[in-house]
C-alpha cells in the first residue's frame, strides 16, 4: 500500500516538473507534499528556497539530542519540525553485544589469558564521553558481560573509576567467572573518559597516553583492553597491545581496526555505518520530494533501494531510525574489510527528474574523529550522489560548538540540514539559527 502510495506521487511529482522550467520557485513538491505549504517544499539545488528555514528538513545523526547527564530525548529538538529526524543505531543491542564478545574471548582462551597467573582477569576501559548516550551504553554493557557493574537508582553506574588496583573502587564490583571448576575474578583495574586538555572527547591521542601509564602502573595485571570506540582502542593497541599481544576490543569495525584483527585486535561492533549514513540522506531525501518518509527505506523506491528489518528499525514515539549492530571478530571480519563500501540493497542511483539536485548543509562535530571522518563522511559522499544531493560538509573540532554553528550563517542557502551537535545538549545552537 506504502508502495503505490509512493509511486503515485513520484507521478505527480513528475508532472509537476515537466510543467515547470524555471527550477527556482515551484519546483520539486507540489500534490502530496507531506509539508503542507504551497511553497516548494523541496526549494532549489541552487538555494532560493521559498521555504522558511524552519520548515526544512532537519535530520539529526551520531549525536542524539538528549541530556548530556541523564539521558533523557530532547523531544523539542528531535520534533523540531514535521520533516526532523534522528539516525543512529541501537546503543543498547550493541553495548550488548560488545560485551557478550569480550566475554566470549575471555571464556574461550581461559588458559592463556591470565598473563600473570594470579587468578585474576584484569582489564582496562577507554571511555569516550562521560555525557554521550553511547558512550554510556558501551560501558555499562561491558561491565554487565563482564560482571563488574554495579547499580545506582536502578542503572548501571558509568563512571569512570580511575585506578581500582585492588578492587574497591564503588563504581564497579569485582566479577567472578567460572571456567572448567576454576574460579577467577574479573577486575576493571582501570577506566578513563578520553578528552584531551582542549576539551575533545573519544580522543584517541588521550588513550595512548593512558594505554602508557596503566601499564607502568599495571604491567602483567593487564589481560584485555576494552575501548568504547575503534579510534582510542587502535591507539592503545599500536602503542602496546599489538606488540604484547594483550586482546583488545573497540566499536565502529573502521577499516584499520578490522585489519588490524589479522594481527591480534580482539574485535569490534559494526553500528552498520552504511546503513545509518543512508538513512541520514534519504530522510532528507524523501521529506525534499515530499514523499513518504518509508519510501526506499522500508517500502522499495522505483529504483528498486529498499532496507530489511534485520539491519534498522524506526521509533515513531522518539522520531528515530536506529541501525542494528554485528559483532566483528577473528570469525568473520574478512566481511568487513570495506567500511566505506555502501550498502548494496540501497545502492541504487535516483532518477533526478523525480528527486532533483538539492543542497543541504552537513557538519561533522570532530574532523579528527576516526569513526566519523574514516567511516561515515566517505560513505556519505557515496551516498550523496546516489540520491541526487549536494552537500557541503562543514568540519568542527569537536570542542566548540561555535565553530560549526558559525559556519551556518546562511541557511536560506540550503534545502535541509544534517547536523553532528558537539554536545548532546546542543540543539537549540542549531535550531535557533533556523528560526530566525
Ligand atoms: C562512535 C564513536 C564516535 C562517536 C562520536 C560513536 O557512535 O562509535 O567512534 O567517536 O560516535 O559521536
Ligand atoms: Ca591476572
Redesign the pocket.
Known amino acids: 500500500m506504502k508502495k503505490a502510495l509512493a509511486l503515485t506521487l513520484a507521478a505527480t511529482m513528475a508532472l509537476g516538473l515537466t510543467a515547470c522550467t524555471g527550477g527556482t520557485t515551484s519546483s520539486g513538491s507540489t500534490t502530496g507534499s507531506t509539508s503542507g505549504t504551497t511553497s516548494s517544499a523541496a526549494g532549489s539545488g541552487t538555494g532560493t528556497s521559498q521555504v522558511a528555514n524552519k520548515d526544512k528538513p532537519l535530520v539529526w545523526f551520531?549525536?542524539q539530542p538528549s541530556n548530556s547527564s541523564t539521558g533523557e530525548l530532547d523531544m523539542n529538538a528531535l520534533s523540531f519540525n514535521k520533516d526532523t529526524y534522528y539516525v543512529?543505531?541501537d546503543?543498547n543491542q550493541g553495548a550488548e553485544l560488545q560485551g557478550t564478545m569480550i566475554m566470549d574471548y575471555i571464556k574461550a582462551n581461559i588458559d592463556t589469558i591470565d598473563r600473570n597467573g594470579d587468578g585474576i582477569i584484569g582489564y582496562v576501559l577507554a571511555i569516550?564521553?562521560i555525557g554521550?548516550n553511547?558512550?554510556i551504553a558501551?560501558t555499562r554493557g561491558v561491565r554487565a558481560a563482564l560482571g563488574t557493574a554495579v547499580e545506582v537508582n536502578g542503572a548501571i553506574d558509568s563512571a569512570p573509576v580511575g585506578t581500582n588496583t585492588d578492587g574497591t573502587a564503588t563504581a564497579v564490583k569485582d566479577g567472578t567467572l567460572e571456567v572448567n571448576g576454576k574460579t577467577y575474578t574479573i577486575r576493571e583495574l582501570a577506566s578513563q573518559e578520553m578528552k584531551n586538555s582542549a576539551g575533545a572527547?573519544?580522543d584517541a591521542a588521550t588513550a595512548g597516553n593512558a594505554i602508557g601509564t596503566w601499564t607502568a602502573s599495571f604491567g602483567d595485571s593487564i589481560d584485555v583492553i576494552a575501548s568504547?570506540?575503534?579510534?582510542?582502542g587502535m591507539s592503545m593497541f599500536n602503542a602496546w597491545s599489538k606488540e604484547s599481544g594483550v586482546p583488545t576490543f573497540g566499536?565502529?569495525a573502521?577499516a584499520d581496526a578490522v585489519a588490524a584483527i589479522a594481527e591480534g585486535y580482539g574485535g569490534t561492533i559494526s553500528?552498520h555505518a552504511d546503513v545509518q549514513a543512508y538513512l541520514t540522506l534519504r530522510v532528507l531525501r524523501n521529506a525534499l520530494d515530499g514523499v513518504d518518509i518509508d519510501t526506499g527505506i522500508g517500502t522499495a523506491d522505483s529504483a528498486g533501494n529498499v532496507l530489511t528489518d534485520d539491519v534498522y528499525y524506526y521509533d515513531e514515539e522518539q522520531r528515530s531510525y536506529y541501525a542494528l549492530n554485528v559483532a566483528v571478530t577473528a570469525e568473520n571480519y574478512q566481511d568487513f574489510m570495506d567500511s566505506t563500501k555502501v550498502y548494496e540493497p540501497v545502492s541504487n542511483q535516483l532518477d533526478a527528474t523525480t528527486s532533483p539536485e538539492k543542497s543541504v548543509w552537513l557538519n561533522i562535530?570532530?574532523s579528527a574523529?576516526?569513526?566519523?571522518s574514516a567511516t561515515y563522511q566517505p560513505l556519505l559522499q557515496n551516498y550523496d550522489d546516489l540520491l541526487n544531493l549536494k552537500v557541503e560538509y562543514i568540519g568542527g573540532d569537536g570542542q566548540t560548538e561555535a565553530n560549526i554553528t558559525n559556519r551556518l550563517s546562511n541557511p536560506s542557502a540550503y534545502d535541509a540540514f544534517a547536523i553532528?551537535m558537539v554536545k548532546t545538549d546542543n540543539s537549540a545552537s542549531y535550531t535557533a539559527l533556523l528560526s530566525q
Open positions: 551520531n549525536r543512529g543505531f546503543a569516550g564521553d554521550h553511547d558512550s558501551r572527547t573519544w568504547n570506540n575503534d579510534g582510542m566499536y565502529d573502521n553500528q562535530y570532530n574523529d576516526n569513526f566519523l553532528n
